[in-house]
């Protein structure tokens, strides 16, 4: 039995979490995954995944980074891949790197190492795109967290990003529709006692009361696990 336990050692300190990812989306999306800090990416730095559909990554311990999805995507005669929210501007189905490009929903992990605790987030800092939630499996003092609300259905015109039809498809943050300090936390605002809610990021936090809603919203918005894997999900 001893010979038999060693190599399900090596596996587990190599691999902190699967994440699953599920689309419940009514469309097809189009998940894109960044590795933070200069780490190696994952297995996987893009993929498609149809209404109903599941798929898997593993990520090593004390890994680092965010997931999103994409939408409205499509190659076009050229072969080059590009997508209507959340692209990622690698003219492929993987982003080979490349984070989203805003107005995108994330949801950010730093995962522990050594049975420290994970640290997650769903963020709307950049924007919104489509609902996203993360929710632990198995592991200890657990939460989820997610953005399961239409924002684009209360996105004012000033930060509606429009598609083809005329509808709303994504949300823009009022730092990046207005480039201010006061909504970007620069400058003057750089701080957590200069940099308040805004009407706009009042918005966000209204819809989703569990997501950052602009880069300091920490208290309500940071959630913790110790040793799970993960379901993510988009469209919850």
């Given at each position: 039995?001893t010979?038999m336990?060693?190599?399900?050692?090596?596996?587990?300190?190599?691999?902190?979490a699967?994440f699953?990812?599920?689309?419940?989306?009514?469309?097809?999306?189009?998940?894109?995954?960044?590795?933070?800090?200069g780490?190696?990416?994952?297995?996987?730095?893009?993929?498609?995944?149809?209404?109903?559909?599941?798929s898997?990554?593993?990520?090593?311990a004390?890994?680092?980074g965010?997931f999103?999805?994409?939408?409205?995507?499509?190659?076009?005669?050229?072969?080059?891949f590009?997508?209507?929210?959340?692209?990622?501007?690698?003219?492929?189905?993987?982003c080979?790197?490349?984070?989203?490009?805003?107005?995108?929903?994330?949801?950010?992990?730093?995962?522990?190492?050594?049975?420290?605790?994970?640290f997650?987030?769903?963020?709307?800092?950049?924007?919104?795109?489509?609902?996203?939630?993360?929710?632990?499996?198995?592991?200890?003092?657990?939460?989820?967290?997610?953005?399961?609300?239409?924002?684009?259905?209360?996105c004012?015109?000033?930060?509606?990003?429009?598609?083809?039809?005329?509808?709303?498809?994504?949300?823009?943050?009022?730092?990046?529709?207005f480039?201010?300090?006061?909504?970007?936390?620069?400058?003057?605002y750089?701080?957590?006692?200069?940099?308040?809610?805004?009407?706009?990021?009042?918005?966000?936090?209204?819809?989703?009361?569990?997501?950052?809603?602009?880069?300091?919203?920490?208290?309500?918005?940071?959630?913790?696990?110790?040793?799970?894997?993960?379901?993510?999900?988009?469209?919850?």
């Open positions: 039995m010979g336990k060693r190599p399900l050692n090596i596996t587990y300190s190599v691999f902190s699967t699953t990812f599920k689309n419940n989306c009514p469309y097809t999306v189009w998940p894109g995954t960044l590795t933070g800090g780490g190696s990416q994952l297995s996987s730095t893009g993929f498609e995944l149809g209404t109903g559909a599941s898997s990554l593993e990520a090593p004390s890994w680092s965010r999103w999805a994409r939408t409205g995507c499509s190659t076009d005669s050229s072969g080059k590009t997508c209507a929210t959340a692209d990622c501007g690698s003219g492929q189905i993987a080979n790197g490349a984070g989203a490009i805003p107005p995108a929903t994330l949801i950010e992990f730093t995962l522990g190492t050594g049975g420290a605790q994970d997650y987030d769903t963020s709307l800092v950049d924007g919104y795109n489509l609902p996203m939630s993360a929710t632990p499996q198995g592991g200890s003092s657990c939460s989820s967290t997610s953005c399961p609300a239409n924002v684009n259905a209360v004012p015109p000033e930060l509606s990003v429009k598609g083809s039809n005329g509808s709303t498809i994504a949300c823009k943050s009022a730092c990046l529709a480039n201010q300090p006061q909504y970007c936390c620069t400058g003057a750089g701080s957590p006692q200069t940099c308040l809610p805004t009407n706009y990021s009042k918005i966000f936090k209204n819809a989703c009361p569990q997501a950052y809603s602009y880069a300091y919203d920490d208290k309500s918005s940071t959630f913790t696990c110790t040793g799970a894997n993960y379901l993510i999900t988009f469209c919850p």
